[in-house]
């Protein structure tokens, strides 16, 4: 059985920095493309950054782009968000998501993507 374990998330105040990680286990991340995605209340989740199986594309919102990256390391079967910079924008449940998501000018997940249980950030001012 497949699990995605978010951790990393909290309390932090503007212009703060956070480092998200996720881990997996009952599968490898070898060749996976693998996203976060965020979800506030009362607004539709957003793909914050994605990054394919390769590593070769990845993939930011125009909200986070410059002050988020993504970065993998399939030796440890774990994938990273560090976001800088933070904003009171940024305060979401952040999910991380593993396998079948389109990554390019957009990312999108599929019914085939595996999911966590996410991780709450909050950023205060």
């Known amino acids: 059985q497949v699990q995605v374990m978010e951790s990393g998330g909290g309390l932090v105040q503007a212009g703060g920095t956070l480092s998200l990680s996720c881990t997996a286990s009952?599968?490898?991340?070898?060749?996976?493309?693998m996203g976060w995605f965020r979800q506030s209340p009362g607004k539709e989740r957003e793909g914050v950054s994605c990054i394919s199986g390769s590593g070769s594309t990845t993939y930011y919102s125009d909200s986070v782009k410059g002050r988020f990256t993504i970065s993998r390391d399939n030796a440890k079967n774990t994938l990273y968000l560090q976001m800088n910079n933070l904003n009171t924008e940024d305060t979401a449940m952040y999910y991380c998501?593993?396998?079948?998501?389109?990554?390019?000018?957009?990312?999108?997940?599929?019914?085939?993507?595996?999911w966590g249980q996410g991780t709450q950030v909050t950023v205060s001012t």
């Open positions: 998501a593993i396998g079948r998501l389109y990554v390019g000018n957009w990312c999108g997940d599929s019914a085939s993507t595996y």
């Open positions: 009952g599968l490898t991340f070898d060749a996976r493309s």
